[in-house]
């Protein structure tokens, strides 16, 4: 047996008795978990600036470090979501449905855990914690397989969990970490069939790609963000620019922050020097089309690739269109359905947008930074879904699970 089918083994033998857990159960291992972080701040802050050490040294761009980086605030903000994550309802065991058949079979529609849930995700972290919290309390046990850059930190962390756990009730192996950062284990884990019930990444297009491609366990595809804002005609200038600026710089790093602006033709000439002024406070770097660039001079020209991108750094696009229907268009050609705003005082139009603009969240006058477990009350989350299929949006604890059926009868029998 590889190393890769000894943890699947494990989280799948540590599923079995998570799936019937107690409510209670699952609750007292996450406020020990919640401890434990508190309690080892000044540990996992030094294994963390063992990886920011090594990013430094390979020349990591800062908005990366900044994805990278823990403090004491931020540990505390990991042990608070686990906290809050014990808080939420239970999904499990949840009757979603309830019929009665006219032979007098009584068929209930029941939430029942995944199983074991893999996720592999980049430089951040907090997803560490925040992954193994909602798969804990959903039922599922977790195999979690973190990038090189935060190896260090992700073994802290994981080691302070599984010795939480080892107070509790539950397995230590409900929570596993893929120690090898090689290409190989990540593939590895990708076709671990027989163990994984379900892989949900976590990261940038790369590994979104690289995943999608790969995988042959099932997929729940997140993530990449080219998250836009457009400003409609009959927007509120002050409003727009407050926006737009909280969507871009608020935090860069991050899948909701706003990569592309659209901007109507008809107040381009108004909104745009306030809102540039504005983004200098933070030296965001705009690309614009000629139409921007005839009302901004000096700015770059926006290519093809920039309306496609996801930055995740200081930069924005901007396009200036002639009509509602075709800022629309240009979302259908470029975004990744992900998150999308309108801002606008006109009621039809933003109904319009919100009814045929088809990404996972939608907004009118919201920054999309609120794309977000925490800020949608679901708790901590793995990602935002941007597919179709079992769930999209924020992937709370209700996402991470399946459902059965109980079927209950007194000697029925088909003809």
């Known amino acids: 047996m590889t190393t890769m089918?000894?943890?699947g083994a494990r989280a799948k033998s540590a599923a079995?008795?998570?799936?019937?857990?107690?409510?209670?159960?699952?609750?007292?291992?996450?406020?020990?978990?919640?401890?434990?972080?508190?309690?080892?701040?000044?540990?996992?802050?030094?294994?963390?600036?063992?990886?920011?050490e090594a990013g430094r040294k390979n020349g990591m761009a800062p908005s990366l470090l900044d994805r990278l980086a823990l403090s004491e605030a931020?540990?505390?903000?990991?042990a608070k979501g686990v906290s809050d994550v014990a808080k939420l309802p239970d999904p499990v065991g949840a009757v979603l449905s309830e019929t009665t058949r006219p032979n007098g079979l009584?068929?209930?529609?029941?939430?029942?855990?995944?199983?074991?849930?893999?996720?592999?995700?980049?430089a951040r972290p907090n997803v560490?914690?925040?992954?193994?919290?909602?798969?804990?309390?959903?039922?599922?046990?977790?195999?979690?397989?973190?990038?090189?850059?935060?190896?260090?930190?992700n073994t802290a962390i994981t080691k302070v969990m599984r010795?939480?756990?080892?107070?509790?009730?539950?397995?230590?192996?409900?929570v596993q970490l893929v120690e090898d950062t090689s290409r190989e284990s990540s593939t590895a884990l990708m076709r671990l069939n027989g163990y994984v019930d379900v892989l949900i990444p976590r990261g940038g297009a790369g590994l979104?790609?690289?995943?999608?491609?790969?995988?042959?366990?099932?997929?729940?595809?997140?993530?990449?963000?080219?998250?836009?804002?457009?400003?409609?005609?009959?927007?509120?200038?002050?409003?727009?620019?407050?926006?737009?600026?909280n969507a871009k710089t608020s935090r860069v790093s991050v899948c909701n922050a706003a990569e592309s602006l659209l901007v109507h033709k008809d107040i381009a000439e108004k909104v745009l020097p306030p809102l540039k002024e504005k983004l200098d406070e933070k030296n965001v770097e705009l690309r614009g089309d000629e139409a921007t660039r005839a009302i901004l001079p000096g700015i770059k020209a926006a290519t093809e690739e920039d309306y496609a991108t996801e930055y995740l750094d200081y930069i924005l696009s901007v396009h200036i269109v002639n009509s509602l229907e075709e800022a629309i268009d240009h979302i259908y050609r470029y975004s990744t359905g992900h998150s999308e705003c309108i801002i606008t005082e006109n009621k039809a139009a933003a109904e319009k947008f919100l009814a045929e603009v088809d990404s996972a969240a939608v907004y009118h006058n919201a920054s999309t930074r609120f794309t977000d477990g925490g800020e949608f009350g679901f708790g901590a989350e793995i990602g935002i879904s941007?597919?179709?299929?079992?769930?999209?949006?924020?992937?709370?604890?209700?996402?991470?699970?399946?459902?059965k059926y109980k079927i209950y009868g007194n000697g029925q029998r088909r003809e």
């Not at 009584?106 to 996720?119: E, Y």
């Not at 941007?386 to 459902?403: D, E, I, N």
């Open 5 to 7: 089918e000894t943890l």
């Open 16 to 52: 079995r008795p998570l799936q019937t857990a107690t409510t209670e159960t699952k609750n007292q291992a996450l406020l020990k978990i919640a401890d434990a972080l508190r309690e080892n701040c000044a540990y996992i802050l030094s294994e963390n600036e063992k990886d920011l």
């Open 74 to 78: 931020r540990v505390a903000g990991m």
């Open 106 to 122: 009584k068929i209930q529609k029941v939430a029942v855990p995944l199983g074991v849930i893999a996720v592999i995700f980049e």
């Open 128 to 153: 560490t914690s925040d992954a193994a919290a909602l798969c804990l309390k959903s039922g599922n046990a977790v195999i979690l397989r973190g990038g090189k850059e935060a190896i260090h930190s």
């Open 163 to 174: 010795d939480a756990l080892r107070e509790t009730e539950l397995p230590e192996d409900c």
């Open 208 to 245: 979104i790609r690289s995943v999608v491609e790969n995988a042959t366990v099932p997929v729940i595809e997140t993530g990449v963000g080219n998250c836009h804002i457009y400003i409609d005609k009959d927007a509120d200038i002050q409003m727009a620019v407050d926006i737009t600026y």
């Open 386 to 403: 941007t597919q179709k299929l079992h769930a999209r949006g924020p992937l709370g604890l209700p996402q991470l699970t399946s459902v």
